[in-house]
C-alpha cells in the first residue's frame, strides 16, 4: 500500500523556519520525484518544489527560491522541506507527491503526480 505522511506543520511567526517531511512506503522510493504542493483557503493547488529521484536536481517555484530548501534521504524513504524567512502568504495546506516523470517547471506546474500524501497545515502569523 502506497503511503506519503507530512508532518512538520504549524503555527509560526513571520520570519520564522520549520522542516516538513515526507515519508513515503509502499513504492520504489529512489524510482520517483518528489513534490512538494501547497493549498492556500480559497486557492487553485500550487506546485512549490521538487526533488528528482536521485537528488541531484531540484527545482522552486520564484516565489519561495532562496527560502526553502528540498532534500531527500533515499536510505529513509523521506523528502524535507526546509522553510525559512516564512511569510503570511506562505500559509497553506501543504502537500508532498510522488511521481516517475522528471523534475521540472512543466512537471509541477501540471502537478499530475501519481501519490499523494494527506496534508500537514503551515500557519504564518503573529
Known amino acids: 500500500q ?7 506543520g504549524g503555527l509560526v511567526q513571520p520570519g520564522g523556519s520549520l522542516r516538513l517531511s515526507c515519508a513515503a512506503s509502499g513504492f520504489t522510493f529512489n524510482w520517483y520525484t518528489i513534490g512538494w504542493f501547497r493549498q492556500a483557503p480559497g486557492k487553485e493547488r500550487e506546485g512549490v518544489s521538487c526533488i528528482s529521484a536521485g537528488g541531484g536536481i531540484t527545482y522552486y517555484v520564484d516565489s519561495v527560491k532562496g527560502r526553502f530548501t528540498i532534500a531527500r534521504d533515499n536510505a529513509k524513504n523521506t523528502v524535507y522541506l526546509q522553510m525559512n524567512s516564512l511569510k503570511p502568504e506562505d500559509t497553506a495546506v501543504y502537500y508532498c507527491a510522488a511521481d516517475t516523470a522528471a523534475c521540472g517547471a512543466r512537471e509541477i506546474l501540471r502537478g499530475r503526480y501519481d501519490y499523494w500524501g494527506q496534508g500537514t497545515q ?5
Open 2 to 8: 502506497v503511503q506519503l505522511v507530512e508532518s512538520g
Open 122 to 126: 503551515v500557519t504564518v502569523s503573529s
